[in-house]
């Protein structure tokens, strides 16, 4: 554990080191994740401007699950990076340098490609569910904080879950362009009131790719919204199959993998 | 020299090919992808006829041809440009006796034909079985749309080439890509048709390229532009073709110049 703790700090450093190498990126790339939220947020407000409930839940209730589900995605897409995954490890062969060294493997790939900019799009998220909470006059329970520690861990889980068992299908078929930037767009849907879909894409959207979880779900909990209360509490479930789901996966896939590059 | 640009269409086309099995799985996804924004785009609606000068049959048929089109005109040139300036190999591309930009469009153009055969066609096809999309019968309505479509492409290249290509002067040009991205498939009116945006927004975006990308062809095709307005939206779109050249060239020379390989 402490090994672990130890590997953070030093690729942490080594991080920073090469951060301030390029340092113009740093402000770039926090500026595009921001605008990327940015652009989500001008499609809740579009689709406002044309209606007065979607599917039976208001502006401030949608803009409320939007910046819960900017908390656990920024806490993913800090440590869990896996886009250039294919391209990096399997076809120039880093794995094979990955492999041979004692920490775990995916532990490894995790730490080299942590992404701490992007953890400030969890704290504009913060911020926009204290406004929206505010507005909708939201009371601060005892069990506020900590459900939402568990909560946003638990959909972090989904998350790092999924992704770990799509990349590890790289180790199978060693395609040049993934399907994760198609998954992409998906995960943006579970933010809304998933019963506006019909059945299949609710089923697709709770069990099968469940984007539900890391949004609209485990959100309701604080919006006092009873019909959802059940799946709310389900998440931390869902996060443990998933996660070992994607363990499971991605040690399957370790073990055909074959050295490619030089 | 045609032929090596023409080779760069084939064997681009062939690779893709070989690598088929990931689009497999696209078609679900793009097909997940329009039955989502179709059931969000239903209880908007709600009991209403029309939105931005949509009715709720347009928008089916917009959301689907979109992001139909999207699977078309799609490609990861940004990518490929700046992976290929990073490690180094650019400057063995560049002393080569073909021009690298047009080489790359080319590639892009293979993958392009590609998507379009064995996604783009498909995936419309399950689309159209799913939800009620409605497709125009007019023979002039899909020639004007094909062409137009080739032009999305050129568009949607140029802007990825240019995105690829400053990463000459910011190095590590991983935001600037995403950033492109996501400005893309929502001012191109992917996710929201242009019409719907406030109206000062709507104004800003009309004197963007993006428009040209989704929306403008888009809307022809769903039936919302008719007759003359067809040829407007073809000139805006060779408009931003020429107009994007410019800074392509620029970018292109100024590259040239300061080309510092980093590693390789």
Not at chain 1, 139 to 162: D, F, H, K, M, R
Not at chain 2, 234 to 252: D, E, H
């Amino acid at each position: 554990m402490l090994y672990y703790l130890g590997l953070i700090m030093e690729y942490f450093k080594n991080y920073m080191k090469t951060r301030l190498t390029y340092r113009a990126d740093f402000w770039v790339e926090v500026i595009s994740d921001l605008l990327f939220q940015a652009t989500n947020f001008i499609f809740i407000l579009v689709v406002f401007m044309h209606t007065d409930s979607l599917g039976g839940w208001s502006q401030n209730e949608v803009i409320f699950v939007y910046g819960f589900f900017m908390v656990p995605y920024a806490v993913f897409s800090c440590f869990v990076n896996m886009w250039n995954f294919s391209e990096r490890y399997i076809v120039k062969g880093e794995m094979d340098r990955v492999l041979t060294r004692p920490a775990h493997h995916l532990f490894q790939i995790f730490l080299e490609n942590i992404d701490p900019p992007a953890l400030i799009g969890g704290l504009v998220g913060i911020i926009i569910m204290a406004i929206s909470g505010g507005q909708l006059g939201l009371p601060l329970e005892w069990w506020t904080i900590p459900a939402l520690i568990i909560l946003t861990l638990s959909a972090v889980a989904i998350y790092t879950g999924i992704y770990t068992a799509l990349t590890s299908l790289s180790f199978y078929s060693d395609a040049p362009t993934g399907i994760l930037p198609l998954m992409f767009n998906i995960q943006n849907y579970g933010r809304y009131p998933v019963t506006i879909y019909n059945r299949t894409i609710q089923i697709l959207l709770t069990w099968v790719i469940p984007f539900a979880f890391v949004g609209i779900y485990p959100a309701a909990l604080f919006l006092q919204r009873e019909e959802m209360t059940g799946m709310a509490l389900l998440t931390p479930v869902m996060g443990a199959v998933f996660l070992a789901i994607g363990l499971l996966a991605w040690n399957m896939g370790v073990k055909r993998y074959k050295g490619a590059g030089s | 020299m045609l032929d090596a640009y023409l080779d760069f269409i084939r064997i681009r086309f062939l690779t893709m090919l070989a690598y088929r099995i990931n689009y497999y799985t696209g078609i679900l996804i793009y097909t997940l992808n329009i039955g989502v924004n179709y059931f969000t785009w239903k209880a908007i609606y709600g009991d209403g006829d029309s939105l931005g000068g949509f009715t709720a049959v347009q928008m089916t048929t917009y959301v689907a041809v979109s992001w139909m089109a999207r699977a078309f005109y799609f490609n990861n040139l940004d990518r490929e440009i700046s992976s290929d300036i990073r490690d180094g190999s650019i400057a063995i591309q560049f002393i080569r006796p073909y021009n690298y930009v047009f080489a790359k469009m080319m590639q892009g153009l293979g993958e392009g034909m590609f998507r379009f055969l064995l996604f783009m066609i498909p995936g419309m096809a399950i689309a159209m079985l799913l939800f009620p999309v409605q497709l125009p019968t007019a023979p002039s309505a899909w020639a004007g749309f094909l062409v137009m479509l080739i032009f999305s492409f050129l568009i949607n290249s140029q802007i990825n080439v240019i995105t690829g290509l400053s990463a000459f002067f910011i190095e590590n040009n991983e935001g600037v890509m995403r950033m492109k991205r996501v400005l893309v498939d929502l001012f191109s009116g992917l996710i929201v048709p242009i019409s719907l945006f406030p109206g000062w927004l709507s104004k800003v975006l009309e004197v963007l390229p993006f428009q040209a990308i989704t929306y403008l062809p888009g809307s022809v095709f769903t039936g919302r532009v008719q007759g003359v307005g067809i040829w407007n939206v073809l000139g805006i779109q060779v408009f931003w073709f020429a107009a994007l050249i410019i800074p392509m060239i620029l970018l292109y020379r100024a590259a040239r110049q300061r080309l510092f390989v980093q590693g390789g």
